[in-house]
Each structure stands twice: as structure tokens, then as C-alpha cells.
């Protein structure tokens, strides 16, 4: 079956330490999404690519990094710069560019700290 | 700036009876309207859109929403709930153009049996 596959489902960060999440689609959608959920809270964009190679930062960027190499693949690095973040990370893909189509998400990574 | 607003946290009704989740929303342009549900520990999943057209729009599980371009409302409505409705519900919008999707803060639905 087509999807998106988030891993792991649950992880937990150090002080200091910089974590990576991954995201696979075999959708083939050109597009891909991070999102982050905090309660009480809608989703905040962390990170798109429309296209493989090329990314564009959302809403709340900052200690974030991500990259595109694959179409498949979009993992991101929470870094150590990122103070708070305690979340439910969210990965979603899209036909097509832009956001008028509708996105597939995965079902989240929980990142905690020790 | 674009924005969603979904005035209730919470919705209960019981099994049977019609539900309406409200969504109002400010954009520029005509917009792109979106309904998302999300069930505990799990990923959101589509349940319909509004481009142009009708105004009632249909979509997944049952689930349908009205378009009200005079109050600026998409809410989610279905004539009979179940309990396994039961979830997080976000109302979400694009602005013309496509260059952001913005999401509301959600309504949690309980449907009690």
C-alpha cells in the first residue's frame, strides 16, 4: 500500500544533542511537508520541498534543518539550537506543487527530553 | 494574513444525532477550504475540499460541509454521528495563490453512545 512511513514513533533527545527524523513516501509526490504539533495548538510548518534538491523554510524554522536528496525522502534534524522541542513532529506529501492539494500525513514521531 | 478560527474545543453529541464541527475562516481572494481529521497517536487524514462550486461540499465517512461565503464558514456536518467519529477535527485554509495552508487549533468530537 502507498504511504508515508515516519520513524521512529517515539525519540528522545539529550541536552545538547541533535536528533533526526525520518520520512519516507512511496506516493510519488512531488511535494513534501514537517510539521509540528503541540497541544491545544493547530500545525505549524516547519520545512517544505516542492522539488527534489530545493526547500523553503515555514513558519518556525529556527533550529530546524532538512534536505531532499531523494524524492522519497525527507528527514529533518532537530538541532540542539531548537530550545523546546517537546512535540509531535508530523510528515505529510502532496501531488503537485503548491498547497491547494490535499497532503497524506504519516503517523508522527513523538520527540521528547531526558 | 490568512487564518482559521474554530470556536468550540469540544463537541459532544450523542450516537445518532447530527453533528456540526464550526469553522470560520479570513482570507484573501477566494479561498481553498480543507477538513482533516485526526484520531489519537495517528497522523491527519483528508476528508474533503472546497474549490468552487457548490456549496455543499461531500466527502469521506460520511462527512459533508457547507460553504457560506457571506459568513466566511466551512463547517463539517454529518446527519447521523457515531461513536467512532469520535476524534480531533481541523478546519484548514489556503489563500489564493497556494502559497500557505493555515490550520486551526481543532475541535475535539465525542460522540457518546
Known amino acids: 500500500d502507498g504511504g508515508i512511513t515516519q520513524s521512529p514513533k517515539y525519540l528522545f533527545r539529550k541536552e545538547g544533542q541533535n536528533v533526526t527524523l525520518s520520512c519516507e513516501q512511496n506516493?510519488?509526490?512531488?511535494?513534501m511537508y514537517w510539521y509540528r504539533q503541540d497541544p491545544g495548538q493547530g500545525l505549524r510548518l516547519i520545512y517544505y520541498?516542492?522539488?527534489?534538491?530545493?526547500?523553503q523554510k515555514g513558519d518556525i524554522a529556527e533550529g530546524y534543518s532538512v534536505s531532499r536528496e531523494k524524492k522519497e525522502s525527507f528527514p529533518l534534524t532537530v538541532t540542539s539550537a531548537q530550545k523546546n522541542p517537546t512535540a509531535f513532529y508530523l510528515c505529510?506529501?502532496?501531488?503537485?506543487?503548491?498547497?491547494?492539494?490535499?497532503?497524506?500525513f504519516g503517523d508522527g514521531t513523538r520527540l521528547s527530553i531526558l | 494574513a490568512q487564518s482559521v478560527a474554530q470556536p468550540e474545543d469540544q463537541v459532544n453529541v450523542a450516537e445518532g444525532n447530527p453533528l456540526t464541527v464550526k469553522c470560520t475562516y479570513s482570507?484573501?481572494?477566494?479561498?481553498?477550504l480543507f477538513w482533516y481529521v485526526q484520531y489519537p497517536n495517528r497522523g491527519l487524514q483528508f476528508l474533503l475540499k472546497?474549490?468552487?462550486?457548490?456549496?455543499l461540499v461531500k466527502g469521506s465517512y460520511g462527512f459533508e460541509a457547507e460553504f457560506n461565503k457571506s459568513q466566511t464558514s466551512f463547517h463539517l456536518k454529518k446527519p447521523s454521528a457515531l461513536v467512532s467519529d469520535s476524534a480531533l477535527y481541523f478546519c484548514?485554509?489556503?489563500?489564493?495563490?497556494?502559497?500557505?495552508?493555515?490550520f486551526g487549533t481543532g475541535t475535539r468530537l465525542l460522540v457518546s453512545p
Open positions: 482570507v484573501s481572494g477566494n479561498p481553498y
Open positions: 505529510a506529501s502532496s501531488s503537485g506543487v503548491g498547497f491547494n492539494q490535499p497532503q497524506h
Open positions: 484548514a485554509v489556503v489563500n489564493t495563490g497556494f502559497q500557505k495552508l493555515v
Open positions: 506516493l510519488n509526490h512531488d511535494a
Open positions: 472546497y474549490i468552487t462550486g457548490d456549496n
Open positions: 520541498s516542492q522539488i527534489v534538491n530545493d526547500f
